[in-house]
């Protein structure tokens, strides 16, 4: 089942806030209810909302009034969440297009959203292979924070994609999955997607990640982006930069899994790069139950920056930037996408 698609002249995607208890596909047909499900994150992680974006911009020209609505509509949908290069990116792709007609756009959408699936088998071959060559071929435990399974992209994910593609080689021992406050998408989302892979995992509590490396329990740190700056600083779910730390310290790699689309040339470091700062109810509530007295505030970031020196490689689609070998994005030229096996349709 593919986490957003296009459906009879409008876009479908799974409401990954009633996951895990419920699986509820939400049918959109105006743009307004597609910014409205992204930011509440019925859809969610950057390359699903790449594909958001462009699939948005093809419902505008289908439904919109005229161009000067359909404009409007692509850039409320552009400017839903900040973070994620993916999105704008996809709106960009998409709109681009729009001189053409709405047939046109569609297919760039839907081209767009095919690419990634391609995208996510590509990365999970260069991270399997890399982190077989970083701590040799062997069952590994890897940790994981936030979702970068195929519910943050169409079908397979990026970290959790490099996860599933160990599981498939017979070499996952265990991923350990951090419940990731305030939303939860660890335990509520990697869990759930964990299971169905019938992978070995486990949740841990986001405070205990950096002692549980000190402690030797995981081989390596898998983590997805949101966008990548030029000089490998990355934006990610919060909690990654602590991770880092945490893995630096205990001499565990620290990997980002990203598309290419996720790299952003035009902001040169983390410092450039706009920070979600979400509602403070999200932190004192849980699924609608006060945790804090009445009148609690909350600081809610919703990502924060790892500096690319803590990050032992970047690992795209089409690429393995070792930084820790002093390679840089600028460096290492884009190179084929890899195939996963066949029997991985
Ligand atoms: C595969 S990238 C997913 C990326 O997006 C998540 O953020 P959110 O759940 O707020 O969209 C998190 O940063 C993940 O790494």
């Not at 792709?93 to 959408?109: F, I, M, T």
């Not at 490396?213 to 490998?232: E, P």
């Not at 020196?309 to 994005?329: F, H, N, P």
Request: glycine content about 10%; aromatic content about 2%; overall charge negative.
């Amino acid at each position: 089942m593919r986490t957003i698609d296009w459906v009879d002249g409008a876009v479908e995607l799974i409401d990954q806030t009633l996951l895990p208890e419920r699986v509820e596909v939400l049918r959109l047909r105006t743009v307004a209810d597609l910014v409205a499900a992204v930011r509440r994150l019925a859809v969610r992680g950057a390359p699903a909302l790449g594909v958001a974006g462009a699939l948005g911009v093809a419902l505008a020209a289908y439904t919109e009034p005229g161009p000067e609505a359909v404009r409007a509509a692509a850039e409320s949908l552009r400017r839903a969440r900040p973070t994620a290069v993916n999105l704008a990116w996809g709106v960009d792709q998409a709109a681009a297009l729009l001189p053409e007609g709405p047939d046109a756009v569609l297919r760039r959408a839907l081209a767009i959203r095919d690419d990634d699936v391609e995208a996510c088998l590509s990365m999970g071959e260069y991270g399997a292979d890399l982190l077989a060559g970083l701590t040799g071929t062997r069952p590994l435990t890897v940790m994981t924070v936030c979702n970068t399974g195929g519910l943050a992209a169409v079908e397979r994910g990026t970290a959790l994609g490099v996860a599933q593609t160990l599981h498939e080689r017979g070499l996952l021992a265990e991923a350990l999955a951090l419940e990731t406050r305030p939303l939860l998408q660890g335990a509520r989302l990697t869990a759930w997607e964990l299971a169905r892979m019938g992978a070995p995992h486990r949740l841990v509590v986001d405070s205990a990640g950096p002692f549980l490396l000190a402690r030797g329990h995981a081989d390596a740190v898998l983590i997805g982006a949101d966008r990548i700056a030029a000089d490998g600083d990355t934006a990610n779910k919060v909690g990654s930069y602590a991770l880092a730390l945490g893995a630096r310290r205990a001499g565990v790699p620290f990997v980002v899994v990203a598309p290419e689309t996720t790299i952003d040339m035009a902001t040169p470091t983390g410092a450039g790069i706009e920070i979600e700062d979400r509602d403070a109810e999200e932190v004192v509530t849980l699924r609608g139950h006060r945790l804090a007295p009445e009148g609690t505030g909350a600081l809610n970031p919703a990502f924060d920056v790892t500096p690319h020196d803590l990050i032992t490689a970047i690992v795209t689609d089409r690429r393995v930037i070792r930084l820790d070998k002093g390679e840089s994005l600028a460096s290492v030229p884009p190179g084929p996408r890899r195939a996963g096996p066949s029997e991985r349709v």
